[in-house]
């Protein structure tokens, strides 16, 4: 309502009480309105007078306030049928109880029902009209106690804040059927406040479940711009957000505003959203169906509220194609027993006098009733009492507290003497707790409200094409939360005539495997849908993040399950193992052939050449070289890792101390072909065994420490490759393993060194030569295998490891026994002591 209106009231208002007091001293104590002449509707006498305010007529033509004669009655046109049909429910209520022997059994209840016409200056002019009266006599009720004990209504929420504020601070309680602004929950704004409906808290937050158990995260919304419509789309937008719903717009008009409604409706027609919550009263929505009609827009499925989704003047032929499909929740429908008879066969006959004979004595009063004559055919579907049922539960809330304080007992007696003052009444309906006959139980709670219960109704054609309200579902606050909303979407009919459910979404759902990104300066609704990285998944739809896998685990190629990475290590089934495997072999049958054909000719020069044990002892720890090269190969187990590197180590340090006590013997046996040398004696063969064993027990030594302290373990290396383990062997202790290799490197050095000396020795088969050569093949395999193998990746860096040892070994055998396997087999006339000391016989 417009703050100029308002102000136009309350000076209306305030000259109406300025008139009544100077009238009062003026004409004999006696005081009355003056101005409006306007009387009660429908009245009746009793010894208690409930007061009611119904929008009987909708509309209302204003006089005009110059305040330069006195104001004009008001007309108003248009009846109302639902505020008609609650009219009637009160007066019904009213005869129940005032012929009960149960309720107020010797105390008649009376009756001012006043009609607003739907306006708020009607409104409060009725409300000054119940708190005084129409004539009084100064001194007892001008200045003493209302002539009424209760007010039922307004219906509507707006004018019901305005009257509760008016008699609010009288204490005079006030029942609504129908207000269900949540603001009017505020008991320190209105203490003396009733409703026999649950405040809109209850339904606007429904509204979010409703949309959000679809699965609609994309909603446009619509509100009325009044008290109703505004705090109950408040409530609503909040949960909304809670529940990870998306409103797309959030606009609202007023019925007085067709600019706003063109607005709104080009709003609605250029949004995305399929799916409209429309918060309104019933007049609105009139409206703004009027406009969408108007515009040809269809196809939305409108979610609506108990002010509008049962309203049967919205039926036309028409509205099915706009309104067809709604969904929302009413108020729930109860029929009360004797009430149809009432409305449709007794009532008529005497609530109109005028319809009587043109010589009946009542005659003059059909002015009054001009506009109700029209619905004296009135058969309106009386059973659909859905608001009817709260005017009759607010009658009898008043009536059982006012049963408590005449202190009526069953007897049939109650203490009619008794003055009831109104803020009585107040602490009486606070402390009610009964059941009407239907089985209804009424009580209010801590805000003045009755428990939430509401019915999902769905739009649907019936078979004979009428639209029919059809419940598909219930909310009852009163039951266990995860109880209280039940639905059957199998039953529903959704807009348009579909029997599938409409999608209204900003963005479309993301599959499993991606997950949601917002977009910059766009609801929370609206994304992009972004793959999971590698590693990671996520295993629902919508998902706002991905999940990291296990450290054994990785995604797969839809990132929607985590298995277990694939392990890697150098097998013996795979090819390279298997080639490896094969090198190994033929380096140890190759070794062995060797070996077999030295022992055959053990007894020719060339085998004796150089120490024959030191050949063999050679030869046996290059089979046992390329032997351990296939520990390397397989599964690393604990064991197979501290046995790989140890057995690597002396076996080379076994094969480079031979290769070192041959070198050391050329030298020596040089020096003892010299005149007077006894060089020999130092190092013979005994000495040569003993500097083998002392060179391999060192190394020994070192292996023993390394196991000891720190050995090698088996390990699951996760940092190279993320989506696999490679199974290798841990060093343990770095310091270990490079202590043997750089013992051995010390060792193949040395051996170098002494055998490039040796090189230029005077004899027809120096072996220092093929040992320097063989020498310099080992160091360059061991000096390239160091930046391979750090650089290799995963199982690569065994076979790195695998081929140096088999180089170095093939390149020992090859260099050291291939010159002598090569006359042994091919030129068996060189195997002789004179060729071997170049001391070859002169050609005759």
């Known amino acids: 309502m417009h703050l100029r209106s308002i102000s136009r009231i309350i000076i209306f208002l305030c000259i109406l009480l300025l008139f009544c007091c100077l009238h009062a001293k003026a004409e004999k104590n006696i005081c009355h309105m003056i101005g409006d002449s306007k009387y009660p509707l429908l009245s009746k006498d009793g010894d208690i007078i409930i007061g009611a305010l119904f929008a009987i007529h909708s509309k209302e033509t204003l006089p005009s306030f110059d305040f330069t004669q006195k104001p004009q009655q008001l007309f108003c046109s248009s009846v109302n049928l639902i505020d008609f049909r609650m009219a009637q429910t009160m ?3 009213i005869q129940e109880i005032n012929t009960s022997v149960n309720l107020l059994p010797n105390v008649s209840i009376g009756y001012r029902i006043y009609d607003t016409c739907g306006s708020r200056l009607s409104s409060m002019s009725a409300t000054m009209a119940l708190l005084n009266g129409q004539e009084f006599a100064v001194g007892e009720r001008c200045n003493g106690q209302s002539p009424i004990h209760a ?3 307004e219906t509507e929420s707006s004018a019901t804040v305005i009257m509760s504020r008016t008699t609010g601070p009288f204490k005079i309680p006030v029942i609504s059927p129908s207000a269900t602004c949540e603001c009017l929950s505020n008991k320190k704004s209105y203490p003396s406040f009733f409703r026999t409906i649950a405040s809109d808290y209850h339904q606007s937050r429904a509204l979010a479940y409703i949309v959000k158990h679809f699965g609609w995260s994309w909603v446009g919304a619509v509100n009325s711009d009044n008290d109703y419509g505004n705090n109950g789309m408040a409530i609503f937008l909040k949960t909304a957000q809670e529940e990870g719903i998306c409103v797309e717009y959030s606009v609202k008009f007023y019925r007085t505003e067709p600019d706003k409604l063109q607005k709104v409706v080009q709003t609605i027609k250029m949004g995305t959203a399929k799916v409209i919550v429309a918060f309104v009263s019933q007049v609105e929505m009139g409206n703004l169906f009027d406009q969408l009609s108007i515009e040809n827009i269809t196809d939305f499925q409108m979610i609506g509220v108990e002010a509008w989704i049962t309203a049967k003047s919205l039926i036309t032929p028409n509205s099915f194609h706009v309104l067809g499909g709604s969904l929302g929740f009413a108020v729930r429908k109860i029929d009360i027993e004797g009430f149809a008879d009432y409305a449709i066969n007794k009532f008529w006959n005497t609530a109109f006098p005028c319809s009587k004979t043109e010589g009946n004595s009542y005659a003059f009063n059909c002015s009054l009733y001009q506009d109700l004559l029209a619905l004296k055919k009135y ?5 659909e009492e859905r608001y009817s049922s709260n005017v009759y539960k607010a009658v009898y809330a008043v009536a059982n507290s006012l049963h408590n304080l005449l202190q009526c007992t069953k007897q049939g007696h109650c203490e009619k003497g008794l003055t009831i003052q109104p803020h009585q009444v107040v602490e009486a309906l606070k402390n009610i707790n009964f ?13 003045g409200a009755v428990v939430a219960q509401y019915e999902v109704v769905n739009w649907q054609k019936d078979s004979d094409g009428s639209v029919q309200f059809k419940p ?5 606050a009163s039951l266990p939360p995860d109880h209280r909303f039940v639905l059957s979407a199998e039953n529903i009919i959704w807009a348009g005539g579909k029997l599938q459910k409409p999608k209204s979404v900003c963005s479309e759902s993301c599959p499993p495997g991606t997950r949601k990104a917002a977009l910059k300066g766009r609801p929370v609704c609206c994304y992009d849908c972004i793959p999971c990285a590698d590693g990671e998944i996520s295993n629902k739809t919508d998902s706002n993040n991905c999940k990291q896998c296990p450290g054994e685990y990785w995604s797969n190629a839809e990132k929607d399950q985590c298995f277990l990475k694939a392990i890697e290590f150098l097998s013996f089934t795979e090819v390279m193992g298997i080639l490896l495997v094969f090198f190994s072999l033929f380096g140890v049958g190759l070794t062995t052939l060797v070996a077999i054909l030295f022992y055959s000719k053990k007894d020719t020069p060339i085998v004796k050449a150089n120490n024959s044990e030191l050949s063999f002892l050679l030869l046996f720890s290059l089979t046992l070289c390329f032997l351990c090269s296939l520990t390397f190969i397989g599964q690393p187990t604990e064991w197979s890792c501290m046995l790989r590197h140890t057995a690597f180590g002396i076996t080379f340090v076994l094969c480079i101390s031979c290769v070192l006590g041959k070198t050391i013997v050329v030298l020596m046996a040089f ?3 010299l005149p007077g040398s006894n060089v020999m004696k130092w190092f013979g063969p005994v000495q040569q065994r003993l500097s083998v064993l002392a060179f391999t027990f060192i190394q020994i030594l070192i292996c023993v420490l390394w196991i000891t302290l720190s050995p090698p373990v088996s390990y699951k290396n996760m940092k190279y490759y993320h989506e696999k383990i490679i199974l290798e062997c841990s060093l343990g202790s770095t310091i270990g393993f490079s202590a043997v290799l750089g013992y051995i490197g010390l060792l193949a050095i040395l051996c170098f060194i002494l055998a490039f000396l040796a090189r230029t020795l005077p004899d027809n088969f120096n072996e220092a030569k093929f040992i320097t050569f063989s020498m310099l093949i080992f160091c360059a395999v061991w000096i390239t295998f160091i930046p391979a193998y750090v650089s290799s990746p995963g199982k690569f860096t065994v076979a790195v490891e695998i081929f140096a040892i088999l180089a170095s070994s093939f390149g020992l055998l090859f260099c050291i026994f291939g010159p002598k396997c090569f006359i042994i087999l091919f ?8 060729h071997m000391m170049g001391k070859n016989p002169s050609k005759s």
């Open 827 to 834: 030129r068996p006339e060189q195997n002789t002591k004179q």
């Open 91 to 93: 007066i019904f209520a």
């Open 472 to 476: 598909v579902g219930y909310y009852d």
């Open 151 to 153: 007010i039922i209504g």
């Open 379 to 383: 058969n309106e579907d009386v059973n």
């Open 671 to 673: 020096k003892a072909t």
């Open 435 to 447: 059941t009407i006959k239907t089985g209804d139980r009424v009580w209010f709670d801590k805000t």
